[in-house]
């Protein structure tokens, strides 16, 4: 079935290279954010860990745990990870789930219910585990976004919209088209002008269906 936003992600219990997890009692009541990889050691999935790995402080900073899931064993996530942090020059201290048996590819919709590993199998088997889904503390997914394996993944857009996601969560507001930190915000129309002035203070109104003011501190 398909994972649309807003919808709980699923719950699974697993292995990674740093010992067991259950997914929910891992995410606690933090924003997580879940990459997948078709294969370890392969040559753009490296640079992507990589990029993670860099960021480890943004990603702290805004209270969000990552992880990593590939459809390899935990002791070949190990290893792989010499190669990341050799290349990147950054610790890689984020967990990377053992997907061998496809299950949690398949519950968030990244291979068919049919799927499988073949003997002999390369990373194009599996091609389509090449997502990032960002999950909310209430266990629902906020934001995916899915790229083909001759495509790294830009991480500066996960952060930045990591923080449109943080900024907009459980208050009538959006960003609107390549938003940055600092910039103006969205007021939604489940407020009218009045409700929205009570609340925000002075709107600039562009149209009468869009209405800013300066993002919320």
Not at 71 to 91: L, P, R
Not at 146 to 160: C, H
Not at 201 to 214: A, E, M, S
Request: with cysteine.
């Amino acid at each position: 079935m398909a994972l649309r936003i807003n919808d709980p992600v699923p719950d699974f219990s697993a292995d990674t290279d740093q010992g067991p997890i259950r997914f929910h009692d891992w995410i606690g009541a933090d924003w997580a954010i879940l990459f997948s990889h078709p294969k370890d050691f392969t040559p753009v999935c490296t640079t992507e860990f990589g990029a993670v790995a860099k960021l480890a402080a943004e990603w702290a900073k805004r209270g969000t745990k990552v992880i990593g899931v590939s459809v390899d064993g935990a002791a070949t996530h190990t290893k792989w990870k010499g190669d990341i942090e050799g290349f990147c020059g950054a610790q890689a201290a984020f967990p990377i789930i053992a997907d061998e048996g496809l299950a949690v590819s398949k519950a968030f919709d990244m291979l068919p219910a049919e799927a499988y590993l073949p003997d002999g199998r390369t990373a194009a088997d599996t091609a389509t585990v090449r997502s990032v889904f960002i999950i909310g503390p209430d266990k629902k997914l906020k934001l995916t976004m899915t790229y083909p394996m001759s495509v790294g993944r830009n991480f500066g857009e996960v952060l930045r919209a990591l923080d449109a996601l943080q900024l907009t969560y459980n208050v009538p507001l959006a960003t609107p088209a390549d938003w940055t930190v600092g910039q103006d915000v969205i007021v939604a129309l489940a407020l009218n002008d009045e409700q929205a002035r009570e609340k925000y203070g002075q709107l600039d109104i562009k149209l009468p269906y869009l209405r800013t003011i300066p993002a919320p501190k």
